[in-house]
């Protein structure tokens, strides 16, 4: 699975941001300021070589993990 890559926290993220949550909905629910988040999402994209929010909720779907 190449979502086991991720750390716990880069996988709470990944997955809020492939239901459709922004950067600050995320930030908000799992208390970090947007910056962190905005450090954990490139590094979610560099360790799944993804290059937009919209591959990262394709890889989720291809993985299992939402429904199309």
């Known amino acids: ?8 926290r880069e996988f709470e993220v990944f997955m809020s941001l ?3 949550k922004t950067t600050n909905e ?4 799992l208390f970090l ?3 962190t988040v905005g450090t ?5 994209k560099q360790k799944l070589n993804a290059n937009n929010s919209a591959e990262i909720a394709l890889i989720a779907m291809r993985s299992g993990l ?3």
Not at 1 to 8: A, K, M, R, W, Y
Not at 26 to 29: C, F, G, L, Q, R
Not at 40 to 44: A, T
Request: aromatic share 4%; charged share 25%; hydrophobic share 35%.
């Open 18 to 20: 492939a239901k459709g």
């Open 40 to 44: 954990h999402l490139y590094n979610i």
């Open 26 to 29: 995320i930030a908000e629910t």
């Open 66 to 68: 939402i429904d199309p």
């Open 33 to 35: 300021s947007p910056r």
């Open 1 to 8: 699975n190449p979502v086991d890559v991720l750390s716990e």
